[in-house]
């Protein structure tokens, strides 16, 4: 996709962006909603109209095809399925299309239908099945007719959690074996970086950042990348001769040329450990414990430092140690952090993780 | 004739304990007021039906019973007027039109407009709503001009299902709207289209399968519109059912055979109320 660009009366839901996908990889686009990701997909489906810009597959110039010629699989985020037919006719559906005979079409759905570990269900109704159950079946149905891309619209999102992340763990391994080229939108984070070759956080029409999922975590490009993704405590730090000091702890930079003077280090809560057991003493990093959020195997505890307020992510064990309005001592751990020279608006204090 | 809408259910609270209290004596009297508003109004209903039945069931002399008059359906014919069964078929007749063109007509455009071009949903509900605004004696004085123009060519009374579809449509539309609310066209439309489907496909096969309740439920309220219609048939001086029910009425009065054509289309609109019944719960109980 090039410079492609779309607006909906004033607002510009996508501003000439690029995007590259490799053959046989799962690329996410992650962003709040309103960023753009929902479009680029639907432009990339046929669904909609690129105001300028040019879509190409496999070398093949699409932009101005009709969505039902472009040769991919979709699947949406809920009732997509038709309720009319059974499972199988609705996994057959694109082949009776492309005119395939009745033998073979049954063979394909069944092939599909097992694939998703589905094939018992064949003969039910849509209405009769889990919400889970029918994205397989929506998964299954856009891979029958063998497309060149895969498109995923937030299909887990309409989902409990649980069921959630076990879908989400079957898409993948469903996307490797078949080894198609896949787009996945999607709000959450955790998806984005559990299943995904590269991931591109979007921001108002425009990709941020387009990265490998441990890049895009501890190497955000972008001030807005390191808020959304993750979480991050903003601490006022100063920066000299290549090294921030921040809360009398000297880190490295993550960009090496930023010149000196005041910024703002965004710093990740699991870089922020407990100094020591000993009792503490005053200090820039002593404080007391506002909160402790019991996360399962970590626990998120917000510290009252006087002047700023940090957020450090301990495993259970030691948080338990703790207690509302004690005090502790920490430590933050020598990572390379992002640096911004301005309140950047990012998300403030973003506390939702998806 | 009054279309017999579907019969209320009323929701009757089965308490297998009485609930004691101000809670109780207040659903108590509720279920009260329930049921005596629904025998009210089942009566005020149910009697002149009845009534009507008991009538066409009359013999020769007061109190007694005879089928004459259901059997004169088929024989009656007078001076002046059309036989008794040929105005029956072509009512018939005409239903059966209406309603094909109705459905041919409005289903495929009301799910373009919805697809395709929403802003004129709203221009749609409007003009599909006009029909019901105005009065049938003013869309008579309309259309005598174009009728008188046609006189000539002599047609038959068939020529009035244009008419009837103007008519019926209020109904018609507001029956297959809320069918096609009830689904995600948008969605279904676009899963088809991703997977291949032609606009056409989208709207045969995947949107129409979808309607079909709520495309019989059109079917039968333009049936019951056509076989109902007397004043506009009357005023462009065609003879379908009801006209010739009243000419009977003006020549002969309580002729037994108005009665029993008026229980039978009553009870024709019944049967075709009970097979939608059984089609719908035939289809598992799919929405719609």
Sequence with gaps: MDGLSRRYGTVVALDHLDLTLRPGELVALLGPS???????????????????????????????????????????????????????????????????????????????????????????????????????????????????????????????????????????????????????VTHDQEE?????????????????????????????????????????????????????????RTLPLMQPDVPDGQVVALVRPEAVTMASHDEPEAGPLVGMVIAITFLGATSRVTVDLGDATIMAQLPTSDATTLAAGSRVALTIRPDPVLVSADAEAASPEAEEEA | MAAITSVGETPLAAPDKRPVGMQGRRRRRLNLFRYAVFTVFGLFFLVPLLALARWSLEGAKLGSWSLTSWRQIASYSNEGIPPLISTVEITLELAVITSAVMLVLVVPTMIWIRLRVRW????????????????????????????????????????????????????????????????????????????????????????????????????????????????IAFFLLYFNLQVELYSISRNTPNAGVIFSTSTASLLFAFVLLLILSFARRRRRGIPG
């Design chain 1, 34 to 184: 309103g960023c753009g990701k929902t479009t680029t997909l639907r432009l990339l489906a046929g669904l909609e109209d690129a105001d300028t810009g040019s879509i190409t597959v496999a070398g093949k110039d699409i932009t101005r095809l009709p969505a039902s010629k472009r040769d991919m699989g979709m699947v949406f985020q809920a009732y997509s399925l038709f309720p009319h037919m059974t499972v199988r006719d609705n996994v057959a559906f694109g082949l009776r299309l492309r005119r395939v005979s009745a033998a073979e079409r049954g063979t394909r759905a069944m092939e599909m239908l097992e694939l998703v570990g589905l094939s018992v269900q064949a003969a039910r109704y849509p209405h009769q099945l889990s919400g889970g159950q029918q994205q397989r079946v929506a998964l299954a149905r856009a891979l029958a007719i063998q497309p060149q891309v895969l498109l995923l619209d937030e299909p887990l999102s309409a989902l409990d959690a649980k069921v959630r992340a076990q879908l989400r763990d079957q898409i993948r391994r469903i996307q490797l074996e078949v080894g198609i080229t896949t787009l996945f």
């Design chain 1, 192 to 248: 984005a970086l559990a299943i995904a070759d590269r991931v591109g956080v979007m921001r108002e029409g425009r990709i941020e950042q387009l990265a490998s999922p441990t890049e895009v975590y501890s190497r955000p490009a972008t001030a807005f990348v390191a808020d959304f993704v993750g979480l991050s405590n903003r601490l006022a730090g100063e920066v000299r001769g290549g090294e921030v000091t921040v809360r009398g």
């Design chain 2, 120 to 231: 004129l949903a709203r221009t749609m509900e409007f003009l599909c709503l006009l029909p019901l605004t105005i009065p049938a004696i003013v869309l008579v004085v309309g259309l005598g001009p174009i009728y008188n123009k046609i006189a000539h060519l002599s047609l038959s009374t068939l020529m009035l299902f244009w008419v009837y579809v103007i008519l019926a449509l209020p109904y018609a539309y507001r029956a297959l709207a809320a069918g096609l609310n009830a689904i995600d066209a948008t969605t279904l439309s676009e899963a088809a289209r991703s997977l291949g489907a032609s606009w056409f496909s989208v709207i045969v096969r995947v949107i129409m399968p979808n309607m079909w309740d709520a495309m019989l439920n059109a079917l039968l309220l333009t049936s019951a519109l056509v076989l109902g219609e007397f004043t």
